[in-house]
Protein backbone atom coordinates (compact mmCIF):
# COMPACT_ATOMS: atom_id res chain seq x y z
CA UNK A 1 0.00 0.00 0.00
CA UNK A 2 2.51 2.76 1.42
CA UNK A 3 4.76 2.17 -2.10
CA UNK A 4 1.22 2.88 -4.25
CA UNK A 5 0.79 6.04 -2.15
CA UNK A 6 4.28 7.48 -2.99
CA UNK A 7 4.03 6.74 -6.90
CA UNK A 8 0.45 8.71 -6.68
CA UNK A 9 1.79 11.78 -4.80
CA UNK A 10 4.72 11.81 -7.49
CA UNK A 11 2.86 11.74 -10.30
CA UNK A 12 0.37 14.16 -9.01
CA UNK A 13 3.54 16.42 -8.91
CA UNK A 14 4.73 16.28 -12.21
CA UNK A 15 1.39 16.63 -13.43
CA UNK A 16 1.30 20.45 -11.75
CA UNK A 17 5.09 21.00 -13.63
CA UNK A 18 3.87 20.39 -16.92
CA UNK A 19 5.63 23.23 -19.30
CA UNK A 20 2.98 25.83 -20.18
CA UNK A 21 3.28 25.49 -23.91
CA UNK A 22 2.02 21.42 -24.16
CA UNK A 23 -0.41 22.69 -21.62
CA UNK A 24 -1.37 25.39 -23.95
CA UNK A 25 -1.71 22.66 -26.96
CA UNK A 26 -3.61 20.97 -25.24
CA UNK A 27 -5.92 23.59 -24.56
CA UNK A 28 -6.46 24.16 -28.25
CA UNK A 29 -6.86 20.57 -28.85
CA UNK A 30 -9.41 20.06 -26.70
CA UNK A 31 -12.15 22.25 -28.16
CA UNK A 32 -11.17 21.17 -31.56
CA UNK A 33 -11.79 17.02 -30.58
CA UNK A 34 -14.94 18.56 -29.07
CA UNK A 35 -16.06 19.86 -32.21
CA UNK A 36 -14.79 17.40 -35.35
CA UNK A 37 -15.49 14.07 -32.51
CA UNK A 38 -17.90 14.47 -29.77
CA UNK A 39 -20.10 16.73 -31.30
CA UNK A 40 -20.95 14.84 -34.99
CA UNK A 41 -21.20 11.25 -32.33
CA UNK A 42 -23.45 13.06 -30.04
CA UNK A 43 -25.55 14.69 -32.97
CA UNK A 44 -25.45 11.37 -34.65
CA UNK A 45 -26.80 9.97 -31.63
CA UNK A 46 -29.71 12.07 -31.29
CA UNK A 47 -30.99 11.80 -34.75
CA UNK A 48 -31.29 7.77 -33.72
CA UNK A 49 -32.49 8.57 -30.39
CA UNK A 50 -35.05 10.80 -32.16
CA UNK A 51 -36.22 8.36 -35.31
CA UNK A 52 -36.31 5.55 -32.27
CA UNK A 53 -38.73 7.18 -30.15
CA UNK A 54 -40.89 8.37 -32.84
CA UNK A 55 -40.94 4.67 -33.91
CA UNK A 56 -41.95 3.78 -30.39
CA UNK A 57 -44.37 6.36 -29.73
CA UNK A 58 -47.70 4.70 -29.25
CA UNK A 59 -50.45 4.74 -32.13
CA UNK A 60 -53.30 4.60 -30.57
CA UNK A 61 -55.06 7.60 -29.30
CA UNK A 62 -54.29 7.67 -25.34
CA UNK A 63 -58.47 7.76 -24.89
CA UNK A 64 -58.72 4.33 -26.75
CA UNK A 65 -55.81 2.71 -25.39
CA UNK A 66 -56.79 0.98 -22.33
CA UNK A 67 -59.42 -0.79 -24.46
CA UNK A 68 -56.90 -1.82 -27.16
CA UNK A 69 -54.23 -3.06 -24.65
CA UNK A 70 -57.39 -5.45 -23.07
CA UNK A 71 -57.91 -7.37 -26.16
CA UNK A 72 -55.93 -10.08 -26.79
CA UNK A 73 -55.55 -12.94 -29.41
CA UNK A 74 -57.98 -15.74 -29.12
CA UNK A 75 -55.35 -17.80 -31.46
CA UNK A 76 -53.22 -20.44 -30.60
CA UNK A 77 -49.50 -20.11 -31.72
CA UNK A 78 -49.76 -22.92 -33.72
CA UNK A 79 -47.45 -23.35 -36.63
CA UNK A 80 -50.70 -23.67 -39.08
CA UNK A 81 -51.92 -20.52 -37.68
CA UNK A 82 -48.62 -18.33 -38.26
CA UNK A 83 -48.58 -20.20 -41.99
CA UNK A 84 -52.26 -18.60 -42.48
CA UNK A 85 -50.57 -15.60 -41.56
CA UNK A 86 -47.57 -15.64 -44.17
CA UNK A 87 -50.31 -16.97 -46.98
CA UNK A 88 -52.13 -13.44 -46.53
CA UNK A 89 -49.26 -11.39 -45.46
CA UNK A 90 -48.04 -12.28 -49.08
CA UNK A 91 -51.29 -12.83 -50.96
CA UNK A 92 -54.47 -10.97 -50.14
CA UNK A 93 -53.54 -8.68 -47.79
CA UNK A 94 -50.74 -7.35 -49.47
CA UNK A 95 -48.70 -6.32 -46.70
CA UNK A 96 -45.60 -7.21 -48.47
CA UNK A 97 -45.86 -4.83 -50.90
CA UNK A 98 -44.98 -2.06 -48.18
CA UNK A 99 -43.40 -4.13 -44.93
CA UNK A 100 -41.36 -6.59 -47.48
CA UNK A 101 -40.65 -10.09 -47.37
CA UNK A 102 -37.97 -9.92 -44.54
CA UNK A 103 -40.48 -7.53 -42.36
CA UNK A 104 -38.08 -5.02 -42.76
CA UNK A 105 -40.17 -2.53 -44.40
CA UNK A 106 -39.38 -0.82 -47.39
CA UNK A 107 -38.08 2.97 -48.45
CA UNK A 108 -38.31 3.45 -52.11
CA UNK A 109 -42.46 3.42 -52.18
CA UNK A 110 -43.44 5.66 -55.34
CA UNK A 111 -46.47 7.99 -53.61
CA UNK A 112 -46.18 6.84 -50.15
CA UNK A 113 -47.23 9.52 -47.63
CA UNK A 114 -46.27 10.15 -44.19
CA UNK A 115 -43.86 7.80 -43.02
CA UNK A 116 -42.02 4.39 -43.83
CA UNK A 117 -44.00 1.22 -43.37
CA UNK A 118 -42.71 -0.28 -40.22
CA UNK A 119 -39.58 -2.42 -39.50
CA UNK A 120 -41.21 -5.81 -38.03
CA UNK A 121 -37.75 -6.79 -37.29
CA UNK A 122 -37.41 -4.14 -34.46
CA UNK A 123 -37.15 -6.17 -31.11
CA UNK A 124 -37.24 -2.56 -28.90
CA UNK A 125 -41.19 -1.82 -31.64
CA UNK A 126 -42.24 -5.27 -31.05
CA UNK A 127 -41.40 -5.35 -26.93
CA UNK A 128 -42.72 -1.92 -27.45
CA UNK A 129 -46.51 -2.32 -28.62
CA UNK A 130 -48.78 -5.43 -27.18
CA UNK A 131 -51.42 -7.66 -29.16
CA UNK A 132 -54.38 -5.50 -28.86
CA UNK A 133 -52.63 -2.41 -29.60
CA UNK A 134 -51.38 -4.03 -33.23
CA UNK A 135 -55.13 -4.97 -33.52
CA UNK A 136 -56.59 -1.52 -33.15
CA UNK A 137 -54.36 -0.83 -36.09
CA UNK A 138 -55.83 -3.31 -38.39
CA UNK A 139 -58.73 -2.21 -37.63
CA UNK A 140 -58.40 1.74 -37.66
CA UNK A 141 -55.08 1.87 -39.78
CA UNK A 142 -52.07 4.58 -38.61
CA UNK A 143 -53.79 8.15 -38.97
CA UNK A 144 -51.32 10.26 -41.10
CA UNK A 145 -50.17 7.38 -42.53
CA UNK A 146 -50.37 5.01 -45.68
CA UNK A 147 -50.76 2.11 -42.73
CA UNK A 148 -54.74 2.11 -43.88
CA UNK A 149 -57.20 -0.05 -42.47
CA UNK A 150 -57.98 -4.13 -43.15
CA UNK A 151 -60.90 -4.98 -40.66
CA UNK A 152 -63.48 -5.63 -42.08
CA UNK A 153 -63.12 -4.85 -45.85
CA UNK A 154 -59.84 -7.11 -46.51
CA UNK A 155 -59.56 -9.09 -43.34
CA UNK A 156 -61.80 -11.32 -40.68
CA UNK A 157 -61.00 -10.74 -37.45
CA UNK A 158 -59.40 -14.16 -37.14
CA UNK A 159 -57.52 -13.71 -40.31
CA UNK A 160 -55.96 -10.60 -38.99
CA UNK A 161 -54.78 -12.48 -35.63
CA UNK A 162 -53.03 -14.94 -37.95
CA UNK A 163 -51.33 -12.04 -40.15
CA UNK A 164 -50.34 -10.62 -36.77
CA UNK A 165 -48.73 -14.51 -35.67
CA UNK A 166 -46.79 -13.90 -38.85
CA UNK A 167 -46.07 -10.02 -37.72
CA UNK A 168 -44.42 -11.07 -34.53
CA UNK A 169 -42.49 -14.11 -36.12
CA UNK A 170 -40.27 -11.63 -37.43
CA UNK A 171 -39.55 -10.05 -34.15
CA UNK A 172 -38.06 -13.70 -32.99
CA UNK A 173 -35.77 -14.27 -35.96
C1 LIG B 1 -49.53 0.88 -48.48
C2 LIG B 1 -48.44 0.43 -47.64
C3 LIG B 1 -48.77 -0.51 -46.49
C4 LIG B 1 -49.44 -1.71 -46.53
C5 LIG B 1 -50.03 -2.43 -47.74
C6 LIG B 1 -49.42 -2.21 -45.18
N1 LIG B 1 -48.80 -1.33 -44.35
FE1 LIG B 1 -48.52 -1.56 -42.34
N2 LIG B 1 -47.60 0.23 -42.26
C7 LIG B 1 -47.38 1.08 -43.34
C8 LIG B 1 -46.79 2.30 -42.86
C9 LIG B 1 -46.39 3.47 -43.72
C10 LIG B 1 -46.63 2.16 -41.46
C11 LIG B 1 -46.04 3.16 -40.47
C12 LIG B 1 -47.15 3.93 -39.82
C13 LIG B 1 -46.67 4.75 -38.65
O1 LIG B 1 -45.48 5.03 -38.53
O2 LIG B 1 -47.53 5.12 -37.82
C14 LIG B 1 -47.16 0.85 -41.12
C15 LIG B 1 -47.21 0.36 -39.84
C16 LIG B 1 -47.71 -0.87 -39.49
C17 LIG B 1 -47.75 -1.38 -38.16
C18 LIG B 1 -47.18 -0.69 -36.94
C19 LIG B 1 -48.11 0.21 -36.23
C20 LIG B 1 -47.53 0.58 -34.89
O3 LIG B 1 -48.24 0.45 -33.89
O4 LIG B 1 -46.37 0.99 -34.80
C21 LIG B 1 -48.28 -2.64 -38.23
C22 LIG B 1 -48.53 -3.60 -37.10
C23 LIG B 1 -48.60 -2.88 -39.62
N3 LIG B 1 -48.24 -1.78 -40.36
C24 LIG B 1 -49.14 -4.05 -40.08
C25 LIG B 1 -49.50 -4.27 -41.41
C26 LIG B 1 -50.10 -5.48 -41.87
C27 LIG B 1 -50.36 -6.72 -41.02
C28 LIG B 1 -50.38 -5.30 -43.19
C29 LIG B 1 -51.11 -6.23 -44.10
C30 LIG B 1 -52.42 -6.66 -43.61
C31 LIG B 1 -49.91 -3.97 -43.54
N4 LIG B 1 -49.37 -3.39 -42.44
C32 LIG B 1 -49.99 -3.41 -44.79
C33 LIG B 1 -47.70 0.82 -44.65
C34 LIG B 1 -48.39 -0.28 -45.11
Redesign the pocket.
Known amino acids: MAPCKTQDSKAGGSGTTLPPASFALRETIRPILFVFVALPILLAFCRAWAADAD?LR???PPDQMEAARAVASPLPRTPENVEKGKA??HGK???V???GRDGK?LGE?PG?V?????D?TDHA?QAA?TDG??FW??KNG?P?????P?IPL??TEEEAWQ??LY?RSFGQQ
Do not use: K, N, Q
Open positions: VPRVLYAFCTCHGILGRLPRFWRELILSGTDMGFILVLV
